[in-house]
């Protein structure tokens, strides 16, 4: 969605729980969703992926999940540190697109 | 392995002044470029775009000007920059056949 006059949704997580970072898409057809993490001063870095054809994908502490019939994305990060806290942006896009749609973006912050 | 370069890193400039950002990447052919501009606190807008040498897709109006001389080279330009310009500035690019984009450091552009 519309993502640049937006002010940035805030989640505060205690250091060690577990958190889940939400998305909602409104695309059909999109069918490729990505999640990238933005440190503060930095350019954001790409974390992980998933298809449409999956609903879920794992990769080192995260979890992406996809519910295409509400057409909802959801970034969980296990055991969180420090290091996670950053502005978490979702992705999409469909076969044929050249440009990626940038969601509003969540600021996570992990409490010591 | 591939590697994107942005200079400056931080730029202050007066109104009315030009502008010029570059953004070159390594290790990869016929890449798409993209810049994108981020104000603070907000998500990502896609200025332009290109899948080419000399091919520039314009995706918001304003007085930004973008050109790509050569294969991995993509520039950002400005005749006489505006207040509204002050921002974030992030290139990124993808290789052709998949769909994550790769960012850069970006570069801080204030406008006085």
């Known amino acids: 969605g519309e993502s640049v006059g937006l002010h940035l949704p805030t989640l505060s997580v205690q250091e060690g729980d577990n958190s889940i970072i939400n998305c909602a898409y409104s695309?059909?057809?999109?069918?490729?969703f990505i999640w990238y993490k933005q440190e503060s001063g930095k350019g954001p870095q790409f974390i992980i992926d998933?298809?449409?054809?999956?609903d879920k994908r794992q990769g080192q502490r995260v979890t992406v999940l996809l519910n295409k019939t509400v057409k909802h994305l959801s970034l969980q990060i296990a055991a969180t540190q420090p290091g996670d806290s950053a502005v978490y942006f979702c992705?999409?896009?469909?076969?044929?697109?050249?440009?990626?749609?940038f969601g509003t973006g969540t600021r996570l912050t992990i409490i010591p | 392995s591939q590697t994107i370069h942005q200079w400056p890193a931080t730029l202050v400039q007066p109104v009315g002044s030009p502008l010029s950002l570059e953004c070159t990447v390594e290790?990869?052919?016929?890449?798409?470029l993209y810049w994108y501009r981020q104000a603070a606190g907000r998500g990502l807008q896609l200025l332009f775009y290109?899948?080419?040498?000399?091919?520039i897709s314009s995706e918001v109006p304003q007085n930004l000007s973008a050109s790509r001389p050569q294969d991995r080279q993509f520039i950002l330009s400005s005749k006489k920059l505006l207040l509204s310009d002050s921002g974030f500035y992030l290139c990124?690019?993808?290789?052709?056949?998949?769909?994550?984009?790769?960012f850069g450091p970006g570069t801080r552009l204030t406008v006085t």
């Open positions: 990124a690019w993808r290789d052709r056949g998949v769909h994550e984009q790769y």
């Open positions: 695309n059909s057809a999109s069918d490729y």
């Open positions: 998933i298809r449409s054809n999956m």
């Open positions: 992705a999409e896009t469909h076969f044929g697109n050249e440009k990626l749609t």
């Open positions: 290790g990869t052919s016929n890449p798409n």
């Open positions: 290109s899948v080419g040498i000399g091919q």
